[in-house]
Antibody, heavy 120, light 106 residues
Framework: EVELLESGGGLVQPGGSLRLSCAASGFTFSSFAMNWVRQAPGKGLAWVTA????????YYTDSVKGRFTISRDNSKNTLYLQMNSLTADDTAVYYC?????????????WGEGTTVTVSS | DIQMTQSPSSLSASVGDRVTITCRAS??????LAWYQQKPGKAPVLLMYDAFNLQSGVPSRFSGSGSGTDFTLTINSLQPDDVATYYC?????????FGPGTKVDI
């Protein structure tokens, strides 16, 4: 069974940093692109970033460029999201999301999400 | 960047009704559109990909159509279990934007 388990969420002060992790199982991790998608309280889905299966090309939404970094360790079947210079606008549930293929970015499997709250 | 819009933003229909949701891209995205269903407090679920391909396990009352800039998701014979918010997503070119969502009630 394909599973994605996020961790690392929590409360952080504005300007702070946080690293999210996503442990994947049940599929050949390195063969699939991975995404992070977030959802602010009461709002819709917002795509944040994606990374190819090989980890050699990343894409970001404009609002996180230069602050967030997506990475993966295919030997550990784990996806990461390093988030720096956090603001209140980054408060959201962050979903780890598996792409359909190595370079295919629509999501066929979602994690349950981890909550990030940016507040003083 | 490609902007995605959806209409209506919400709708209420009766059990057994046919429901249609529209998604529009600000520029052509060929067939590269996905639809998701999200129930309150839950992660989204993939319904359709490549505009009209039904994801395995999704009931056949769901169907999709369109290409280029205009797409539709149709629910034939709405069921109580279909109460949810529906999102479209462009995956033709990054950023892989979602539409704002359509909330469906009974």
């Amino acid at each position: 069974e394909v599973e994605l388990l996020e961790s690392g969420g929590g409360l952080v002060q504005p300007g702070g940093s946080l690293r999210l992790s996503c442990a994947a199982s049940g599929f050949t991790f390195s063969s699939f692109a991975m995404n992070w998608v977030r959802q602010a309280p009461g709002k819709g889905l917002a795509w944040v970033t994606a990374l190819t299966g090989a980890g050699n090309r990343a894409y970001y939404t404009d609002s996180v460029k230069g602050r967030f970094t997506i990475s993966r360790d295919n030997s550990k079947n784990t996806l990461y999201l390093q988030m720096n210079s956090l603001t209140a606008d980054d408060t959201a549930v962050y979903y780890c999301a598996k792409g359909r293929g190595s370079g295919t970015y629509y999501v066929d499997v979602w994690g349950e999400g981890t909550t990030v709250t940016v507040s003083s | 960047d490609i902007q995605m819009t959806q209409s209506p933003s919400s709708l209420s229909a009766s059990v057994g009704d046919r429901v249609t949701i529209t998604c529009r891209a600000s520029q052509g995205i060929s067939k590269y559109l996905a639809w998701y269903q999200q129930k309150p407090g839950k992660a989204p679920v993939l319904l359709m990909y490549d505009a009209f391909n039904l994801q395995s396990g999704v009931p056949s009352r769901f169907s999709g159509s369109g290409s280029g800039t205009d797409f539709t998701l149709t629910i034939n014979s709405l069921q109580p279990d279909d109460v949810a918010t529906y999102y479209c997503q462009n995956y033709y070119i990054a950023p892989f934007t979602f539409g704002p969502g359509t909330k469906v009630d009974i």
